[in-house]
C-alpha cells in the first residue's frame, strides 16, 4: 500500500468540509421554505423596528426601544425588500440572513484559498 500523502488528504478534508457546509445551507433554506413564519421574538421585533421606521417614523421620538438604533436600520432592509416584492416580511428576512450564511461561506473559501 502506498502511503497517502498530506496534500491528498488536505483535499479530502476540503472537500468533505465543503460538502458539508453545502448540505447544511440546502438543509436550512429547504426549513425555510417549509417553516416560512417561524422567527425568533428578538428578530420579530427588529423587523418589526425596520417596518415602523419604514412607514416614516423616527427612532426614540415616534417609539422607544432599548437597541442602539443600528439595529433597526439593519432590519430595515428585509422590510423594505420585503414591501418592494410584496412578500412576506419574515420569509424575506430569513431568506436574507440565508444569503448572509451563504456569503459569509464563500468569503471564508475565498480567504482560505489566497
Known amino acids: 500500500m502506498k502511503a497517502e500523502s498530506s496534500q491528498t488528504r488536505l483535499d479530502r478534508t476540503e472537500i468533505a468540509m465543503n460538502a458539508a457546509s453545502a448540505v447544511l445551507l ?3 433554506l429547504v426549513w425555510i421554505f417549509l417553516n416560512p413564519n417561524v422567527i425568533s421574538c428578538d428578530c ?3 423587523l418589526e423596528w425596520g417596518q415602523v421606521l419604514l412607514s416614516g417614523s423616527r427612532p426614540y421620538v415616534d417609539y422607544v426601544d432599548l437597541n442602539p438604533p443600528l439595529w433597526g436600520y439593519l432590519d430595515l ?3 423594505a425588500l420585503a414591501a418592494l416584492l410584496h412578500a412576506p ?8 440572513i440565508w444569503c448572509l450564511c451563504v456569503l459569509s461561506k464563500l468569503a471564508t473559501w475565498h480567504v482560505f484559498q489566497n
Do not use: D, Q, W
Not at 416580511?89 to 436574507?96: A, G, N, Q, T, W
Open 44 to 46: 420579530a421585533a427588529g
Open 26 to 28: 440546502i438543509a436550512l
Open 77 to 79: 432592509i428585509p422590510a
Open 89 to 96: 416580511p419574515i420569509l424575506v428576512f430569513s431568506l436574507s
